[in-house]
């Protein structure tokens, strides 16, 4: 059972480089989303989506795009990396309301 | 702007003993989870709280919602090494998921 899976698991980048973040789910979950991680801060909702070719941003969208061409990918692309977006995020799915998360990426950008 | 507030934020305590986390929110919802994560990992969903008064029990924890005082509870009973995690609860406003800034609890021997 493989679920939610992110990658890569570890990333640095420098400033004004892009990438993508991948995540991928095979529970058939209409329901993905992207969170950040930041020390004292709790998670915090960046992009979700509710299916495919519907997006809507979350709490702290600026900076990053999504996109959901199909029910099982979310991607998290960051446009132009600043030292601001240095965290750790989490993509999750979800039934019900009940999240489901991957393993989480961690991304420095210097 | 939602707030979702979690106390304490630190949480020491020793094997055996008794304590409960606190979950305060601030917008009107029906829907709380409660979940774990331990350093460097993921995080595991332990309990969904879907109703005014519902209450969910799995081994030594429970956690409870009050969505008229917008409040949720977890409640450690007898505290054992293993339950030495970072706990966050979370308020579902329809689509998107408030997480709490989490409890980080250590049980001492």
């Known amino acids: 059972n493989a679920g939610v899976t992110q990658t890569p698991k570890f990333q640095v980048l420098k400033t004004g480089q892009s990438m993508t973040l991948q995540c991928a789910q095979d529970m058939n ?3 993905m989303s992207w969170y950040r991680q930041d020390p004292g801060m709790g998670l915090r909702l960046i992009h979700y989506s509710v299916g495919a070719g519907i997006t809507d941003q979350g709490e702290v969208p600026n ?5 959901r061409s199909t029910t099982e990918d979310f991607p998290l692309r960051l446009l132009s990396a600043a030292p601001s977006q240095t965290s750790v995020y989490f993509c999750a799915s979800s039934v019900d309301g009940e999240l489901f998360f991957g393993e989480g990426s961690r991304l420095t950008v210097l | 702007e939602l707030k979702v507030e979690q106390n304490p934020l630190f949480l020491s305590m020793q094997e055996g003993k008794n304590y409960t986390i606190y979950c305060n929110y601030s917008t009107t919802s029906d829907r709380l989870y409660w979940y774990r994560q331990d350093p460097g990992k993921s995080l595991e969903s332990l309990f969904v709280l879907l ?4 209450v969910k029990q799995e081994g030594r924890l429970m956690a409870s919602l009050d969505t008229k005082a917008r409040l949720s509870t977890l ?4 505290a054992v090494h293993d339950l030495s995690a970072t706990y966050f609860c979370a308020v579902d406003t329809g689509n998107q998921f408030y997480f709490g800034t989490g409890t980080s609890l250590t049980v001492i021997p």
């Open chain 2, 51 to 54: 109703s005014n008064g519902a």
């Open chain 1, 29 to 31: 979950h209409e329901y």
């Open chain 1, 63 to 67: 900076g990053y795009n999504v996109s």
């Open chain 2, 75 to 78: 409640h450690i009973t007898a």
